[in-house]
Nanobody, 117 residues
Framework: QVQLVESGGGLVQAGGSLRLSCAGS????????MGWYRQAPGKQREFVAS?????????RYADSVKGRFTISRDNAKNTLYLQMNSLKPEDTAVYYC?????????WGKGILITVSS
């Protein structure tokens, strides 16, 4: 059974910072591509950031978060992180942890981030 559980969400003022965590079971993070997506009210789910698997540590980011967000992982803890700095009201959304394995996407339940003006 694959489970991805996000934590660290909440309410923050614009310009502030938060760190999201994603704890996994049933999936070995070190050999799977991992990522974060988000969905704002009334909008489609969009890509935020991803990190390579195995020996690869390549990262990529959506233009909207580049320079502000940092994705990382701790393979020993089977945990994925998203450090979010200089938050903007436009970042308000439900954030989802994602794992891509053999052509299959797995998703967490999502966690709400609200950034006030």
């Amino acid at each position: 059974q694959v489970q991805l559980v996000e934590s660290g969400g909440g309410l923050v003022q614009a310009g502030g910072s938060l760190r999201l965590s994603c704890a996994g079971s049933g999936i070995i993070f070190s050999i799977n591509r991992m990522g974060w997506y988000r969905q704002a009210p009334g909008k489609q789910r969009e890509f935020v950031a991803s990190i390579g698997f195995g020996s690869s540590s390549n990262t990529r980011y959506a233009d909207s978060v580049k320079g502000r967000f940092t994705i990382s992982r701790d393979n020993a803890k089977n945990t994925l992180y998203l450090q979010m700095n200089s938050l903007k009201p436009e970042d308000t959304a439900v954030y989802y942890c994602n794992s891509y394995s053999s052509g299959i996407n797995y998703w967490g339940k999502g966690i709400l981030i609200t950034v006030s003006s």
